[in-house]
DNA sequence: TGTCTCGGAATGAACGTTCATTCCGTTTTG
DNA sequence: CAAAACGGAATGAACGTTCATTCCGAGACA
């Protein structure tokens, strides 16, 4: 029983420690000797619990991609109205991301890069799974534009990146005042508009 | 002369090699004997035109954030409407990338690498000065909202990346009508909303 | 209880490979 | 022919991975 847990708390240690080292320094930054040494364990080690450096890449992929989806769903209604849900989830979304930065760097560094196995990509569709039903709903029921489901994730997805990051690389702080505009201009990208209801303005 | 010819030529010869292989397989996958195999040339001469292939890396980024300004102010008319110049803009940029994958991927993969210098980040900004310009134009006129610069990139740019690279991901063509649709979706995001009006319509 | 045995977890030095960079003989240029 | 450009073998540092060995804690035994 023990042995159980002691394996799983090393795995997290590990985990953690790449994490914090790979945000710091990228992929070929930080030599498995490092990760070992920071997490004060021998670089043998590692390799009983992943498979090689490639592995342990791809398994802090997903885990942080299921730490960022879960916290989304953080006092997440079912029952509210569309546009108050979808404003729970983008505010939590980018909350996590305010609180993790180096969670924000590690995977916007290795989305596109290519020792990121397809496997982990599919792995990493299925989590998100539960939002890309959100937007279909949305579509379906006319709340959001009928655009393709890659569009929408552009609209929602690239200003939480981008905002978060400028901030850093500048050394400001995020306000809640920005997100509170950013969100409302993101529900403009995305919200159903009826044409004609458009012309009658004008 | 020739001299100066050649040398740019080969230089180019290196930066497009590069890129090429760079796209393909992440900066730890292409080592420079690989480039210089690629080129026809020797390891050695790469040296004579970079300083190293953190150089070499830096100048590319660069070059291609260059190239996509350049394509974005093609058929540019100033004296347009501020929405039309909006328009062409974006179109011009997300067909940009349309047409060169490669360096989408490129720029994408390195935006946030620890190795590209802050000097290049800098120069970067430089580049990419006269459409926030454009942006600071659109907010003092009320054309767009008023919003900070990054929220305002992150609206507009943030679709143009996930549009095409998850289309590319999943050998898929992105539609021009797809962009219509998009270039309209982020206009609604930026673009200026009297609050007062928005309530008469309800 | 104290001692022995055993198995798997952990270790880190060693290995082989890879790679950026250098160096120098050869070729090209003007 | 002098000087610059070039090629690619040589170099040495760095790295991922392996593996013989040590360590440790849990039973077995008396």
Redesign the interface.
Known sequence: MEQVVKKIDKKTLILDTTLELLS??????TPISLIAENAGIGAGTIYRYFKNKEELINVLFIEIQRRIIKAMYCNYNEAAPYQERFKVLWINMINYYRKHPKDL?FI??H?????VSTLT?SESMRIISPVLLFFLEGKKKRFI?H??L??I???I???????V???L?HNRVTTDD?IF??EQ??W????Y?DTK?EEN?K
Do not use: M
């Open positions: 710091e320094n990228g992929f070929h930054g760097i916007e560094q989305r596109y890069a290519p020792y990509r534009k655009l393709p890659y569009t994730i552009g609209l997805y690239g200003p939480i990146v981008t905002i990051k400028l901030n690389d920005q505009h950013a201009a993101c403009d990208a995305v919200k508009n209801l303005i």
